[in-house]
C-alpha cells in the first residue's frame, strides 16, 4: 500500500503559476510510476502528467510546454510545475502511483490515489 497527498493548490489568475506537491508514505517511493490526472465538474477524469521510476515523463499536449512533472524520490515526493495556467487548468489534481514500469495515461493502470486538490484559475 502507498499513501499519497497533495498539496499547492489554489486559486491563481490566467497566466500564473502554481506547484503542486504530492507526498508519498508506505512502500518504497522509487518503484512506482507517478502520475498526475484533473477533474473539472462535470467532465471525466483526464490524463496530464507521468514520470516513470527512471524519470521519463509523458505530457498531455494540453499542458505540454506548460508543465513539468518531477519526482525527487529521497523526499519521496512528486511535482507538478505549472506555468502559463488558463481558466482551462482549472480542476481538481490528483495524485496517483502505479507499479507499472512505463510511463502510462490511462487512470485504470494506477492503483493508488490521493484526495485531490483544487486548482482555480481565473481570467
Known amino acids: 500500500q502507498v499513501q499519497l497527498v497533495e498539496s499547492g493548490g489554489g486559486l491563481v489568475q490566467a497566466g500564473g503559476s502554481l506547484r503542486l506537491s504530492c507526498a508519498a508514505s508506505g512502500r518504497t517511493f522509487s518503484n512506482y510510476a507517478m502520475g498526475w490526472f484533473r477533474q473539472a465538474p462535470g467532465k471525466e477524469r483526464e490524463f496530464v502528467a507521468a514520470i516513470n521510476r527512471s524519470g521519463s515523463t509523458v505530457y498531455a499536449d494540453s499542458v505540454k510546454g506548460r508543465f513539468t512533472i518531477s519526482r525527487d524520490n529521497p523526499k519521496n515526493t512528486v511535482y507538478l510545475q505549472m506555468n502559463s495556467l488558463k481558466p482551462e487548468d482549472t480542476a481538481v489534481y490528483y495524485c496517483?502511483?502505479?507499479?507499472?514500469?512505463?510511463?502510462?495515461?490511462?487512470?485504470?493502470?494506477?492503483?493508488?490515489w490521493g484526495q485531490g486538490t483544487q486548482v482555480t484559475v481565473s481570467s
Open positions: 496517483a502511483a502505479s507499479m507499472t514500469p512505463y510511463t502510462s495515461t490511462r487512470h485504470a493502470s494506477y492503483g493508488w
